[in-house]
């Protein structure tokens, strides 16, 4: 064990540049192997502005993280007999009323927290600024309701926030309290953890203030903590803060439960608070064309089998074109994991239930790559002690190179399909509001002397210069650090920051906006037809009807 200890506690300088390359300011990690905690370090600072020190007690949003938890409450209830994995949810959420007959008939809790459901991810309509929400809670079914299928269902993994937002309302039609109130009460509580919360602002001391990275990797404190929380939109998916300490403690109880369920049922299992394990854990969908043992998706968690690659539900696979294939050399090892991502936070969590390992890495920036990812993977070789190790630094500096050129390349790619010397119509026959299918969601297209601004949600006060690109089309481009200084997701997809005006003949219907990459073709929002005001001639004939 000491060799082991001792190999982590070197790590120190190789994590320390990870962070500096990436543009992240604080990190805390910590390890449990063979049930006790081996390791726990905290690296930079929690808050930039006042120099305040990142430790294992920091509290941190976990984002993504947060889905194995929900996934464990709903758990819960199964065992309690409130909940069942296979009842179809219509039966207890009547307004879900998805088209697709099969959608709406057959779709079961497993099928929204294994994300097998076929239908798209559509994260653009829940976000937005500084960790923002766009919709209020109560626009969540019908939201997933008018939601695109793209896939057959349970053909195919397609990671969907959606599938948690409604586990979360289940939660709370069968237990009759909040989803941070049902999570406090049954899993927090019992295990004593005292700094982890669902509340947006926790009223107690060392919480990490969240960040975003500059292409020169200096950091920007976001101006507004990120709003998911207890009774908010997409709770059940990234609503969770917590520190390593806790979160070492909730691993440990989760390994355990994992070990007593699998083989019988002992006296230990009746304290601990999480149930129906083996369903969590179980491969409900394969992530690829490789074998349900190789790589699948349980329910909020990933299986792995080493030799293998991790990070699916981390961002570095947005700039590198292949995960490097983790423990390469040891023996065949099955690994539970998952990477968490919201604005101005990353983390990352894997466990190894063989030697009772959980590693848990929890950084305060939405950085240049996924730093919490490629820390979380070096500590994983080092605790096996794989024969042959990846380059975490070299990655790191890879993916953080590609992430800043991503930026720098909208405009250069933009102009290569730009259509020369035409002309927009009218700037006012752009005006209007245009609206997503379920109408709950729009972008507002407003003339002011001679430009068009662009806001959602008719908040003009974080409105979006359009450039006229060519014919009807659009462009409201950003630069990286406009981005930052937005605290908005990154998106380096060119045509993102395309509207493409639909029309017919010079009236125009719509925008063709492609943001959602289970849609490569785009998706049209819809203008809102204007209010028509009774001439004097309509009022007479409508007084004489």
């Known amino acids: 064990m000491k060799e082991t200890i ?13 962070c500096a390359i990436s543009g992240t300011p604080g990190v805390s990690i910590g390890v449990l192997h063979h049930n006790e905690v081996i390791h726990t370090a905290g690296f930079g600072f929690r808050d930039v502005g006042q120099m305040l020190p990142s ?40 307004e879900f009323h998805h088209s697709n007959h099969t959608i709406r008939e057959e779709t079961n809790l497993v099928d929204l927290m294994s994300h097998r459901t076929g239908l798209a991810t559509q994260n653009a309509f829940w976000w937005r600024e500084f960790g923002r929400l766009a919709m209020p809670r109560a626009e969540t079914m019908p939201f997933v309701s008018a939601l695109p299928q793209v896939s057959d269902f349970r053909s195919k993994w397609i990671y969907n926030n959606w599938g948690f937002a409604m586990a979360a309302v289940m939660i709370e039609r069968a237990s009759g309290v909040s989803w941070g109130q049902f999570l406090k009460k049954k ?37 507004e903590r990120p709003h998911v929380s207890d009774g908010q939109l997409t709770c059940g998916a ?62 909020g968690w990933v299986r792995t089998e080493l030799p293998g690659s991790l990070g699916a ?16 050399g040891s023996k065949p090892k099955l690994i539970y994991h998952h990477n968490g991502s919201l604005a101005a936070f990353l983390s990352s969590v894997i466990l190894i239930p063989d030697t009772n390992s959980a590693i848990v890495v929890l950084t305060n920036s939405l950085a240049n790559n996924d730093c919490a990812d490629w820390i979380g993977q070096l500590i994983l070789e080092t605790l096996i002690d794989s024969p042959e190790k990846n380059d975490y630094e070299q990655l790191a500096r890879k993916s953080a190179k590609l992430s800043i050129c991503q930026w720098k390349n909208i405009l250069n790619s933009l102009e290569k399909d730009r259509v020369s010397n035409t002309s927009p119509k009218p700037l006012s026959s752009y005006s209007g509001k245009y609206y997503n299918s379920a109408k709950d969601w729009h972008m507002e297209i407003y003339q002011e002397q001679d430009q068009l601004y662009m806001c ?14 060519h014919y009807d089309t659009f462009t409201w481009v950003l630069s990286q650090e406009e981005n930052v200084r937005l605290g908005r997701w990154p998106v380096t997809s060119p045509e993102f920051y395309l509207l493409d005006f639909q029309t017919d003949g010079d009236i125009v219907t719509g925008i063709l906006w492609k943001f959602d990459a289970d849609i490569p073709q785009g998706q049209t929002l819809a203008k809102e037809a204007p209010s028509h005001t009774p001439s004097k001639n309509d009022q007479k004939i409508l007084e004489y009807l």
């Open 6 to 18: 001792d190999r982590l506690q070197a790590l120190g300088p190789v994590i320390s540049r990870i």
């Open 55 to 94: 430790d294992e007690n920091t509290i941190y949003h976990i984002a993504s993280m947060s889905k194995a938890i929900t996934a464990a409450a709903v758990g819960i209830l199964v065992d309690e007999k409130y909940l069942d994995w296979d009842t179809p949810i219509s039966t207890m959420v009547p």
């Open 187 to 223: 899993i927090f509580d019992p295990l004593h953890l005292q700094r982890t919360t669902t509340v947006r602002n926790p009223e107690v001391d060392n919480v990490a203030e969240g960040h975003m990275a500059l292409s020169d990797s200096r950091c920007i404190q976001n101006k």
């Open 238 to 299: 990234n609503g969770v803060q917590s520190s390593v300490s806790d979160l070492l403690v909730m691993y440990k109880a989760f390994l355990a439960a994992n070990a007593e369920q699998s083989s019988s049922v002992t006296a230990a299992e009746q304290v601990n608070p999480f149930k129906q394990v083996h369903t969590l854990l179980a491969p409900h969908i394969a992530l690829s064309d490789e074998p349900l043992s190789k790589q699948s998706y349980g329910l």
């Open 313 to 328: 539900t981390g961002i570095n696979g947005m700039y590198i074109s292949a995960m490097p294939v983790v423990g390469r």
């Open 456 to 469: 959602i949600q008719g908040d003009r006060q974080l409105s979006y210069i359009l450039k006229h690109h």
